[in-house]
C-alpha cells in the first residue's frame, strides 16, 4: 500500500522549480556567451545572463536561510546506504522492474544517490558558477581589490564553463531520473504539489 | 550598486536600448543676439595695410608680421613648419624631412615639390631657410575662400600628371597660377576643415589616398559618416579637438597617446584625445554598464569607427612601385583602371589596390612607434615593416588600436640592405616621372639625402600601419557587442586576450560537449531500452 505524503513545502517547490527555469535559462545565455551559437545576440545574452545571475543568487541566498532555519539541510547529510545497489538500480535493475532498493520518508526524502549529488551542487557546482561568475562580472574592480596578481580572466572564464557544463550534465540526467517513478509522472507531480506516495511502511517511520 | 539596483538597472537599459531612437547632439545654435554680432574683433578687409596688390606670399606674409609681429616666431617652433619632429623617449628624428613610407617614399631631392604642403611661401629650392618669417604662409592655414591651396599648388610648375595622374589638357588653361594675394589677405580668418584638409585630405598625393579617415567627404559629411565633424552632428572642426595654442597644434602620429588617464578637461579643451571631452567613463549610466569596462583596454576608436573610406573615397590599400615605369607600345604611358574607375596601374605610380568601407587591423599599441629612417639597415628577406607600434597586452599602457595597414612594394639598395629615396618630381633626366630610371632618381635623391647608393636597385615588400582617429561613428554606427565576441570576430587575430564568445581551450569545450552529450545519449538508449522491456512484458502477457 501506498499513502500520500507532504513531501515538499510551498517555498521549497518554488525555489526548485525558478531555479530550474533559471539554471536553463543561463545554460542558453552562458553557451551562446561562450560562442557556441547565435540565438539572442551577445549583447541581450549577456545581458539576461546577468539578471538571471542576480536573481539565481537571491534565490539561493534565500534557499539557503530556509534550508539553515527549517532543518531540512539534514536531508543532504551524505549517506553511503545502499548506494551501490542504488546505481545498479537506476542502470539496469530498473529495467526488470525489480522494486527500488531504498525506501523514501518524510525524513529522508532523497536517497543517499541524491543526497551525494544535490550535496555536491550546493558545495562544490554552485559555489564554483557564482564565485567565478561574480569574479567574472567584476573583472574590472580586480585591481582595486587587490586580486589582479592572482587571477586571470581565461581562468574563471573556464572554471565558469566547466562548472556549467557539469550543472547542464546533471540537469540532462536529472530530468530523465524524474521519469523513474512509479509512473512516469509520478515525481513531477510531487514536485509540483508537494504530494507524493510513498510505500506505506515507510511512510509511518516519519 | 545593490544587486537589486543592478537588476532595476539592466530592465531599464534594456528598455530604454529598446526605445531609444539615435539622436544627434548638434551644436547649439547661436541666438538671434548672437548672430547679428559681427564674428570677430578684427575685420582684415578694413585694415589699410591690407588695402593694395601684393607680389608674392611673402609680401603679403610681411603685411601680416607688421601687426602679427609675434607670429612667425610661434609658427616657426611649430611641426607644421620645422617637418621635424624628435621623439624624446626612441631618440629617433623624425618628422616629414626624415620618414621613409611605401607611398611617395622620402621627400630627399623632392623638397620643393613636397613642399606645396609645406606652410612657407616659396621653397622653390633644393635649400630653404626656415628662418625666414617672411616665409610663413599665413594663407596656408588662415585662408577663408577655399581657393588658395590649388592655387599655391600649381604656382610651382610640375608635370600636371604629378598631381592629376590622368588630366584634362582643355582645362589647363584656366588655372590660375598667380593668385591674388590681396584679396586672400582682406579675408583670413580661423582654420577651417577646408583648409587642414587641403593637405590633410590629400596625404601622399591625393585625396584619401594614405589615411582612409581623413578625405573630402568629411567636408559635407553626415553624422553617420562623422559625429563630430558633421554640421548637424556636433559641428566641429580641427582645432577643437587638435587644439592650438600659440601656434603649437596638439596630436602627433609620431608620439600620439593610446590611453589618456587624465579625463575629463573643462577648463583646458581638448589634448587631441576621446578623454578630454569624453571623460574616463565615457558611456552613459543607462547604457550596458559593460561599456564603461572596456575602457582599459579597447581604445574609443575600436569600436566606434567601425570602418575607414565610409564616405565615397577609395583609399590605398597597396602600393606597388615594382611595376611602374611600363610603356606602352607607342611608348606612351599607360593608365589602367577597374570598373569603379580607381587606377589600379598608372606609368608612374605603379599598380594599386584600394578600398572602401575598409574594415582596419587591430593591433596592441602603447602610443610609442619606431620609424625605419634612411640610416636604417633592413632585412629585405620578409615584408619590412616601415613602423613598427610598440605595445602588448602585459603593457598597462597599451590598448587595442584600429589600424589602416599599407601594403607595398618599393625600391631598396640592394647592396647596401636600406630604404632608399627616389626623385619622382622635377623635369631633368634624374626625374622618375621624366626618364622612369630608378637609378638615377636612386642616386639624385639619395646624394640630396647625403646617403650612399651602390647602384644596386631592388625591391621589398613593407608594411606601414596608421592608427586609425577620424570618421568616428556616432552610437548607432558603432561596432556591436558580437562582433569581436564571436568566435571569429575582429579580435581573432589579437594575442594575449581573453574576452567571452572568443573561445580558448578547445579540448575543455570538446570534453564538455562530450560530458553533456554522452548524458544525453546515455538518457536517451537507456529511455529506449526501458520502453522496449516494457513492451515486451507486455507482449507476454
Ligand atoms: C550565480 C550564478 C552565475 C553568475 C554570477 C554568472 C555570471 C556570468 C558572467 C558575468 C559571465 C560573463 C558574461 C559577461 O561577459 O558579462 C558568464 C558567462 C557564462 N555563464 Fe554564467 N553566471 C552564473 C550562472 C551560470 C549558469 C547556471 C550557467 C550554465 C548553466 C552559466 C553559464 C555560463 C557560460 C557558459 C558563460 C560563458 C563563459 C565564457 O565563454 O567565457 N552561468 N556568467
Known amino acids: 500500500m501506498t499513502q500520500r505524503v507532504y513531501l515538499f513545502a510551498r517555498f521549497e517547490r518554488f525555489w526548485h522549480w525558478s531555479q530550474a527555469g533559471l539554471i536553463i535559462f543561463m545554460a542558453v545565455t552562458g553557451f551562446e556567451i561562450h560562442g557556441f551559437y547565435t540565438l539572442l545576440g551577445f549583447e541581450p545574452a549577456q545581458e539576461l545572463h546577468t539578471i538571471a545571475a542576480w536573481a539565481l543568487i537571491s534565490l539561493w541566498v534565500f534557499a539557503i536561510f530556509w534550508h539553515a532555519t527549517t532543518g531540512e539541510w539534514k536531508q543532504y547529510i551524505p549517506s553511503f546506504d545502499r548506494l551501490f545497489a542504488i546505481m545498479r538500480y537506476y542502470s539496469v535493475d530498473i529495467l526488470t522492474g525489480a522494486p527500488h532498493p531504498y525506501k523514501k520518508s518524510r525524513l529522508h526524502k532523497h536517497n543517499p544517490l541524491q543526497r551525494i549529488v544535490y550535496l555536491s551542487l550546493w558545495v562544490l557546482i554552485n559555489p564554483a558558477l557564482w564565485i567565478s561568475g561574480a569574479l567574472y562580472y567584476y573583472y574590472n574592480d580586480w585591481g582595486p581589490w587587490g586580486l589582479a596578481p592572482y587571477l586571470k580572466l581565461e581562468y574563471v572564464a573556464t572554471a565558469h564553463v566547466v562548472a556549467a557544463f557539469l550543472i547542464t550534465t546533471f540537469l540532462v540526467i536529472h530530468v530523465y531520473l524524474i521519469t523513474t517513478g512509479h509512473t512516469l509522472f509520478a515525481y513531477i507531480k510531487a514536485m509540483i504539489t508537494g504530494w507524493a506516495d510513498l510505500d506505506e511502511d515507510s511512510a509511518q517511520e516519519s | ?541
Not at chain 2, 588662415?142 to 604629378?162: E, F, I, N, P, V
Not at chain 2, 596601374?345 to 593591433?363: F, I
Open chain 2, 1 to 541: 550598486m545593490s544587486p537589486l539596483q543592478k537588476i532595476l538597472a539592466s530592465v531599464l537599459t534594456l528598455a530604454v536600448c529598446a526605445l531609444a531612437a539615435p539622436e544627434a547632439n548638434a551644436k547649439p545654435p547661436l541666438s538671434a543676439a548672437l548672430a547679428a554680432l559681427p564674428a570677430s574683433t578684427a575685420d582684415h578687409s578694413q585694415f589699410k595695410e591690407l588695402q593694395r596688390e601684393f607680389e608674392s606670399g611673402s609680401e603679403l606674409t610681411r603685411a601680416c608680421l607688421s601687426c602679427h609681429n609675434q607670429a612667425a616666431k610661434q609658427v616657426h617652433a611649430s611641426k607644421h613648419w620645422k617637418w621635424e619632429f624628435v621623439n624624446g623617449k626612441t631618440g629617433q628624428t623624425l618628422g616629414k624631412r626624415h620618414v621613409v613610407n611605401n607611398t611617395l617614399m622620402s621627400i630627399a631631392a623632392n623638397g620643393p615639390y613636397c613642399a606645396r604642403c609645406h606652410i612657407s611661401n616659396e621653397w622653390t629650392e633644393a635649400k630653404f631657410d626656415f628662418t625666414d618669417p617672411n616665409q610663413v604662409d599665413c594663407l596656408a592655414c588662415h585662408d577663408t575662400t577655399g581657393t588658395y591651396t590649388s592655387m599655391k599648388m600649381h604656382q610651382l610648375r610640375s608635370k600636371c600628371s604629378a598631381c592629376h595622374v590622368e588630366f584634362d589638357k582643355s582645362k589647363a588653361r584656366n588655372v590660375v597660377r598667380r593668385p591674388d594675394f590681396g584679396e586672400l589677405g582682406r579675408h583670413v580668418g580661423k582654420p577651417s576643415l577646408q583648409t587642414c584638409g587641403a593637405c590633410h585630405f590629400n596625404s601622399d598625393g591625393g585625396n584619401g589616398i594614405k589615411h582612409g579617415d581623413l578625405d573630402s567627404s568629411l567636408l559635407n559629411a553626415a553624422p553617420e559618416l562623422d559625429a563630430h565633424m558633421a554640421k548637424d552632428g556636433a559641428g566641429l572642426t580641427c582645432f577643437n579637438c587638435h587644439k592650438t595654442r600659440r601656434h603649437q597644434t596638439l596630436g602627433s602620429r609620431y608620439a600620439p597617446q593610446s590611453k589618456d588617464p587624465k579625463g575629463k578637461n573643462v577648463l583646458g579643451g581638448s589634448r587631441a584625445t576621446c578623454e578630454s571631452c569624453h571623460g574616463l567613463a565615457p558611456h552613459p549610466k543607462t547604457a550596458n554598464a559593460k561599456l564603461n569596462d572596456h575602457v582599459d583596454r579597447i581604445a574609443c576608436q575600436t569600436c566606434h569607427i567601425p570602418a575607414i573610406a565610409r564616405g565615397g573615397v577609395p583609399t590605398k590599400t597597396r602600393w606597388d612601385w615594382s611595376s611602374a615605369g611600363r610603356l606602352d607600345k607607342a611608348g606612351k604611358e599607360i593608365i589602367t583602371r577597374d570598373d569603379k574607375g580607381r587606377i589600379i596601374y598608372s606609368t608612374q605610380r605603379g599598380s594599386a589596390e584600394w578600398a572602401e568601407n575598409l574594415v582596419p587591423d587591430y593591433v596592441w599599441f602603447n602610443g610609442e612607434v619606431k620609424y625605419l629612417t634612411l640610416n636604417d639597415k633592413i632585412n629585405p628577406a620578409g615584408t619590412v615593416r616601415l613602423n613598427v607600434l610598440s605595445g602588448g597586452p602585459d603593457d598597462p599602457k597599451s590598448r587595442i588600436w584600429p589600424v589602416k595597414t599599407l601594403r607595398g612594394k618599393q625600391p631598396i639598395d640592394a647592396e647596401n640592405a636600406t630604404l632608399v629615396g627616389v626623385r619622382l618630381f622635377g623635369k631633368d633626366e634624374n626625374a622618375f616621372w621624366e626618364a622612369y630610371d630608378w637609378n638615377k632618381a636612386i642616386a639624385a635623391s639619395m646624394a640630396d639625402a647625403g646617403r650612399p647608393f651602390s647602384g644596386k636597385v631592388g625591391f621589398v615588400e613593407t608594411e606601414m600601419r596608421i592608427p586609425v582617429n577620424h570618421m568616428v561613428a556616432p552610437e548607432s554606427g558603432a561596432l556591436s557587442c558580437g562582433d569581436c565576441h564571436s568566435r571569429n570576430g575582429r579580435m581573432a587575430t589579437v594575442p594575449g586576450i581573453y574576452y567571452p564568445g572568443r573561445g580558448i581551450y578547445w579540448l575543455i569545450d570538446l570534453l564538455g560537449l562530450l560530458l553533456v552529450g554522452g548524458a544525453l545519449a546515455g538518457v536517451l538508449a537507456h529511455g529506449a531500452l526501458r520502453i522496449a522491456v516494457k513492451f515486451r512484458k507486455s507482449g507476454k502477457a
